[in-house]
């Protein structure tokens, strides 16, 4: 019988609404820090944005990127600080429109750094606009009050793809809707601080997560809306795992 | 500083003087005239055990430097026009949260993208810029390659001693020459001496954050903070270099390619028997408002000698006068100064041929 | 003390000649500055540079008028001989330069850079022969310290050859005033 216990580096209720992923991942995250034995060296990158509350959670250094730039701040402190685990826990308006550049290029260099990206199609700390890249077409959101259309705002990207044509160590999709994937996600996060700890290069990790708040839905509707809708166009799995190369 | 000179552009020297201070991060993006910056970055950062990296962007680029920073590096960065725009998101962020940090700006002249050749038109994005917020940045304005090498290597001091974000205002002309320079001794930086730095620590250590000072200090601390720490600049960092101002009739006020002009014009003129003198600020923030305090009550008025199309530093020198005497322009836009367009302009203007510019 | 243009096409060499030209004077102890026309080179026009050798202080590195000018090719003579002061000293690489008279307020020496430098299986050092015809006309150094300071020059860059010091007498010995 598996007890349940906190992970130590979470010392801080986080401001997150009730039902959100966020913090869920946080402690995907934590967990993965500790079981690995990382927990001593780490320092850890959050966009202005849902994320940033962790911060204030987590019992690490953090720096808060200008909007978007986590991946290039990232980058910046681990080419100075090599010896530290260092990640980005951010969101997907932070690091695939506002910051594509920044998130692409980290993966081009192939930097050694894990990165979380919240995948919730929305922005949520704004109170709940459209993203370019995850809103699915027909979502309603402040800034598309009819619904997502094609023809003015077009398609939802799914940006693993784009970065599997870069030469990185790791990139997968999980989901928070059920237990399965949910422990299939911390897998892959676990994975990616691994290949961090091995020096394998850039590891992506995008959550597919849900923002009852700014869905205007039930936390439990808005789990349903994930696996119903969310991941037919973000389906879950690993894109890259190049495994040995260094 | 060397025994021997060596020849180097003022870019190099920056480049050279930054490693020399113990710089060991400088991320860029290329752009006419400072790429020098950059290529010198390229083949000698590493070899000094650095890093270095060509942004995708100039946003990138600073973010990159805000990570390295934060940790404690000394970071550098270096742009002109267009691209130092471009510089000003993570400046404002960079001051937000307390991280020094050395920019430079190689003007260059005109709006937009402008012309690559020399200007002295962001004046004004340099001293007032910084993206948005109240704060201030040191901005040291060198006019020989000699004091690129000497103001930069000063830089990364300055900007750990305030906290604070320090840009070197070069132009397309001092950048892009070539003189004699003596270089400063190498200093290795320990990234690890301060207290605020990120560094990635043990879980019972006191964690340090690098974002908004305001968010951990209060607003009450932090304002307190801030205006004292604007205050300690103002006060303690004006610099200038005063020429034969004692009894000059006018004097001349610039900086950086102009100010060179200047020096020539002024020993010119004395030799046709018109008494100039000139005001040379070396920090243009914080401006060098006690230089005019030596200037004697006799001056009939001042001319600001700038590239600009109306006058970017003229609001500058009233604040420093109090408006108590006349302010003349002498402006040549894309062009540089003359000592002979100088010397005349300063004719006609004692002539009463000029009238006094209205700073708008 | 001298206030000096080289004007070629790019490729001339004329901003390394140049850099020559401070290299010895600055061990002479002059100051000196150096300056060019940047990007345009880089769009195959006109290169140019501006030197400034001087016993005091440099002011602009600019200079506005000229006491030597070393024309590489007919576009930079027709720019800059207009900017020359009375007396003043113009070296034209006649191997690309022809006129049927010059300007009588200059002393105009003419040397076959181009030619000369390709006759003697060194192409690219044309600029060499007219720094050393330069040095010849202008006296602004002595002509064997300049050779000492050129084969220095190029000893510092590794890569000296003996075509350098040929091609520098070439243009120091084979000048024409004309």
């Known amino acids: 019988m598996p007890v349940y216990r906190k992970p130590e580096s979470i010392i801080n209720t986080a401001g997150y609404c009730g039902g959100c992923g966020h913090g869920v991942i946080q402690r995907l995250i934590a967990e993965s820090i500790e079981e690995l034995g990382l927990q001593d060296h780490v320092i850890g990158c959050v966009d202005i944005a849902c994320s940033f509350w962790s911060q204030d959670a987590m019992n690490f250094e953090f720096i808060a990127g200008p909007h978007g730039r986590c991946a290039s701040v990232a980058t910046g402190i681990k080419k100075v600080r090599p010896d530290a685990t260092v990640y980005v826990h951010a969101g997907d308006g932070c690091s695939y429109v506002i910051g594509l550049a920044e998130t692409m290029y980290a993966a081009i260099r192939d930097v050694p750094i894990t990165m979380i990206v919240v995948n919730n199609g929305i922005f949520g700390m704004t109170g709940g606009q459209l993203n370019l890249a995850t809103t699915l077409v027909g979502d309603k959101t402040l800034s598309s009050k009819a619904g997502r259309k094609v023809e003015t705002m077009g398609h939802p990207v799914d940006m693993l793809k784009n970065i599997a044509n870069c030469d990185v160590a790791f990139a997968a999709r999980g989901a928070l809707y059920d237990a399965r994937h949910i422990d299939e996600t911390k897998r892959f996060i676990k994975k990616g601080f691994e290949n961090q700890m091995e020096k394998k290069g850039f590891s992506i990790i995008e959550v597919l997560s849900p923002c009852p708040t700014n869905w205007k839905l039930s936390p439990v509707e808005a789990m349903a809306k994930i696996k119903n809708e969310n991941e037919k166009v973000f389906p879950v799995g690993v894109y890259v795992d190049r495994g040995g190369k260094d | ?360 | 003390m001298a206030d000096i243009i080289m004007a070629g096409f790019g490729g001339q060499g004329v901003l390394t000649a140049g850099k020559i030209l401070i290299d010895i004077a600055a061990r002479e102890g002059k100051n000196v500055s150096w300056t060019s026309s940047y990007g345009a080179e880089m769009r195959g026009g006109t290169a140019s540079c501006s030197v400034v050798i001087s016993d005091e202080e440099i002011g602009s590195p600019y200079p506005t008028k000229l006491d030597i000018l070393l024309a590489f090719n007919e576009p930079s003579y027709d720019k800059f001989i207009g900017d020359m002061r009375d007396g003043g000293t113009v070296i034209v690489n006649t191997s690309l330069i022809s006129r049927d008279s010059w300007p009588e307020n200059v002393n105009v020496y003419g040397v076959d850079a181009t030619d000369r430098a390709n006759a003697v299986g060194n192409g690219r050092a044309a600029n060499i022969v007219m720094l050393g015809a330069m040095a010849q006309a202008t006296g602004i150094l002595d002509v064997d310290t300049f050779s000492a300071g050129l084969n220095a020059y190029f000893d510092h860059k590794g890569r000296n050859t003996p075509k350098n010091e040929e091609c520098y007498r070439i243009g120091a010995n084979e000048l024409k005033k004309l």
């Open chain 2, 1 to 360: 500083m060397s025994a021997e000179y060596v020849l180097m552009k003022g870019n190099e020297a920056i480049a050279e003087a930054a490693l020399r201070a113990g710089c060991r991060f400088y991320a860029g993006y290329p752009i006419t005239p400072q790429s020098e910056i950059l290529e010198y970055m390229s083949v000698n950062m590493e070899k000094r055990g650095g890093v270095f990296i060509q942004g995708e962007n100039e946003i990138a680029s600073m973010s990159m430097l805000f990570g390295a920073a934060a940790c404690g590096a000394r970071c550098m960065s270096s742009s002109s026009g267009p691209g130092f725009d471009l510089k000003q998101e993570e400046i404002s962020y960079l001051s937000a949260a307390g991280i020094p940090a050395v920019i430079v700006n190689a003007m260059r002249y005109g709006l937009g993208d402008g012309e690559i050749t020399a200007g002295q038109d962001s004046y004004w994005v340099s001293t007032r810029g910084g993206g948005h917020g109240d704060k201030r940045i040191l901005v040291l304005a060198p006019a020989s390659v000699q004091e690129c090498a000497d103001l930069t290597y000063e830089a990364f001091d300055l900007a750990e001693k305030y906290r604070n974000v320090v840009e070197i205002l070069s132009d397309g002309a001092i950048c892009q020459m070539i003189e004699k320079c003596y270089l400063p001794e190498p200093h290795e930086h320990d990234m690890d001496k301060f207290d605020w730095t990120l560094t990635g620590k043990p879980r019972d250590a006191r964690k340090n954050k690098a974002y908004n000072l305001s968010y951990y200090m209060g607003y009450e601390a932090y304002d307190k903070y801030m205006r004292e720490k604007i205050e300690a600049m103002f006060e303690n960092e004006q610099r200038w270099e005063s020429f034969m101002v004692e009894d000059a009739e006018l004097v001349l006020v610039a900086y950086g390619i102009s100010s060179r002009v200047c020096r020539s014009a002024v020993r010119q003129a004395r030799k046709e028997g018109m008494k100039l003198g000139l005001i040379r600020p070396i920090t243009v923030w914080p401006y060098p408002r006690k230089a005019f305090k030596d200037v004697p009550e006799s001056v009939k008025g001042y001319v600001t000698v700038e590239m600009s199309i109306t006058s970017q530093m003229g609001e500058d020198i009233l604040l420093a006068t109090e408006f108590k005497k006349p302010l003349y322009g002498c402006l040549t836009s894309k062009e540089l100064p003359t000592v002979e367009g100088i010397i005349d302009r300063c004719r006609d203007i004692l002539a009463g041929k000029i009238k006094p510019m209205e700073v708008l």
